[in-house]
């Protein structure tokens, strides 16, 4: 008697035997998910991706800034002209400048909506570096490859960056070289 209350209960056994089942699925489906998360050269997307489309917004914000203010100033200039003008074209000059002034407006709405989209680019980098943290940082073949784009996905580089931006100067030497 004294042995029987000492052995585990059969169904106790096979519960034991069905958790370690389920503990090695989990563990394999954890390390399935992290082999796929460095496929996926999730590194690129907090050390590349985002820092780049973040630097494209804040050019595209820039850039609006920049045409905005120069449209300003031109309808100052206009104003300035408008005392030269008859009353009726004085008046026309006057209704076009305002409606430009208004038109401008759409500046500062892109340009808080760019924000928000930064705002949440920034959100992911941070639920990114937490996975990483969480599942490791990936291979070291994650970290040393490169995306390459091929095709018309290669031609499509759009507008560089200012610090990106080949300088005139250079564009004339090369040709002056050939």
Excluded: W
């Excluded at 300003?72 to 074209?89: A, H, K, N, R, T």
């Excluded at 004085?90 to 705002?119: H, P, S």
């Amino acid at each position: 008697m004294m042995l029987d209350t000492q052995r585990p209960d059969r169904t106790e056994l096979l519960s034991k035997t069905q958790i370690c089942a389920e503990l090695e699925n989990l563990a394999s489906y954890i390390n399935n998910a992290r082999h796929e998360i460095a496929a996926l050269r999730p590194t690129d997307i907090n050390t590349d991706h985002i820092p780049r489309a973040t630097d494209e917004l804040d050019a595209v914000v820039g850039a609006t800034e920049e045409a905005t203010n120069k449209i300003m100033d031109i309808c100052d200039e206009i104003g300035e002209v408008v005392g030269s003008c008859s009353p009726e074209i004085a008046a026309k000059l006057n209704d076009f400048t305002t409606r430009i002034f208004e038109a401008c407006n759409f500046q500062d709405i892109t340009g808080q909506r760019i924000t928000k989209v930064v705002q949440t680019l920034k959100q992911i980098d941070v639920k990114v570096t937490d996975l990483l943290k969480i599942f490791g940082n990936g291979t070291a073949a994650d970290k040393d490859s490169l995306a390459v784009r091929t095709g018309e996905a290669a031609l499509l580089n759009g507008p560089a960056l200012p610090q990106d931006a080949v300088d005139q100067d250079d564009i004339d030497r090369l040709m002056s070289d050939t």
